[in-house]
């Protein structure tokens, strides 16, 4: 499976069930560290391959007929992976999991077995999830789930996995999209299915029904991340986090999509609707928008990276890359925009080239007209609030970092 030569990334945290209860009663915003894998890719594909056979796969995600078995999706970040470390079963067992905004459902079983205990429970359903070149199928359990000392749920839904392909040294994945992603996951498609954060909330485990996210950006040396679930870190951020709605235009309405224009230096270079997403790595373009950047950088497309090739006298001319999302403004300065120069090996590139972050959408531009991946996110916090159905950024110290 073309899968399986990857280690796939950014991902986080969510499942589903009917019955998830959790039992905690700390009401306060509970931080959970995760930590960050470099990694080199393995085969001939690079990394805006990668990144659009991603695309594509959230498209069909939500595009197919739901008799088919509902799907949702998640491929890679081949490069960098984050994972955190879940406890599932009383006394629980540790499993590694890959983060994942752009899928809904939490399973285990890839590496590690399943250790069932005496809070499990086999509900009878199967789950099966397809993620375009991976898939899991297995048996819907409830158990404990825990995440840190002062987080925990009972009879949390979860699948473990009797077969799956496409993951290599995780144990599975946790999702945190948006829950109509797991309709059509069971085999009872008439059972609501809430995501783990709906679940805290509803049980006034955190007093708000959000997500924030933090990445320590990769050309840092000691690159980590953190998950705030039930508010915002404020130690994290520089400044108030600003909100927009989801977008209202399909699909990105499905996801963590939002609208938003984006510009370099005084050029526009789109307007439309697209997604937030912490599973794909580079900030992806629509075609026509890929070009005018591409025109105005003077970047020249490296065969052996896929990415686009500048120079030093032209990084030193970049003008800001701008995004502009409701009212506020998020600007990736020229050090932003570009790969960082540690890792330019590990994606089949020259030690001491420069290659931009901002790589062509394809074919899926008629679907989405950007997706905003972690080289967009390593630079802003992100909240995702599923009550209010909105998006947050907030700036940080590493926004104007220079580590790349």
């Not at 679907?367 to 599923?386: K, M, N």
Request: charged content about 15%; some cysteine.
């Amino acid at each position: 499976m073309f899968l399986s030569s990857y280690i796939q990334s950014l991902l986080f945290f969510a499942v589903f069930s009917a019955y998830a209860s959790p039992i905690t009663v700390d009401v306060h915003p509970v931080k959970l560290g995760f930590k960050c894998k470099i990694n080199t890719l393995g085969s001939s594909a690079t990394l805006p391959e990668l990144d659009r056979m991603r695309a594509m796969s959230l498209v069909q995600a939500v595009t197919q007929d739901k008799r088919s078995g509902g799907k949702s999706i998640t491929v890679t970040n081949s490069v960098v992976t984050y994972t955190a470390e879940v406890g599932v079963g009383s006394p629980p067992t540790q499993y590694k999991l890959l983060i994942d905004t752009g899928s809904s459902n939490t399973w285990i079983g890839a590496k590690s077995k399943y250790k069932p205990t005496k809070s499990s429970h086999k509900t009878g359903d199967t789950v099966s999830v397809s993620y375009g070149s991976g898939s899991f199928s297995g048996d819907e359990y409830t158990d404990t789930v825990t995440f840190s000392s002062s987080l925990k749920i009972s009879k949390q839904s979860i699948g473990v996995a009797t077969e799956s392909s496409g993951f290599n040294n995780v144990d599975g994945i946790l999702g945190l999209g948006p829950v109509d992603l797991t309709v059509g996951t069971l085999s009872d498609q008439s059972k609501s299915i809430p995501t783990v954060t709906d679940s805290l909330f509803a049980d006034k485990a955190i007093t708000s029904d959000t997500l924030g996210i933090f990445f320590q950006p990769t050309g840092s040396k000691a690159s980590s991340g953190e998950l705030t679930f039930g508010g915002v870190d404020t130690s994290k951020t520089s400044g108030t986090v600003e909100y927009v709605p989801v977008t209202k235009t399909s699909p990105a309405s499905r996801y963590w999509g939002i609208d938003q224009s984006i510009s370099y230096g005084s050029k526009a270079i789109l307007t439309g609707s697209g997604l937030v997403d912490t599973g794909t790595t580079l900030v992806l373009l629509s075609t026509t928008s890929f070009n005018v950047y591409k025109s105005a950088t003077g970047g020249v497309l490296d065969s052996a990276t896929g990415l686009l090739k500048i120079t030093s006298k032209q990084y030193s001319a970049l003008k800001p890359l701008n995004f502009k999302v409701g009212s506020n403004t998020y600007t990736l300065n020229a050090n932003a925009q570009i790969w960082p120069r540690s890792l330019n090996t590990q994606i089949g590139g020259a030690a001491n080239s420069i290659y931009l972050i901002a790589a062509d959408l394809g074919q899926t531009s008629s679907e989405f007209e950007f997706i905003s991946g972690y080289a967009f996110l390593e630079r802003f916090y992100s909240v995702y609030d599923t009550k209010n159905k909105r998006v947050g950024f907030a700036r940080t110290a590493h926004t104007n970092a220079e580590t790349n």
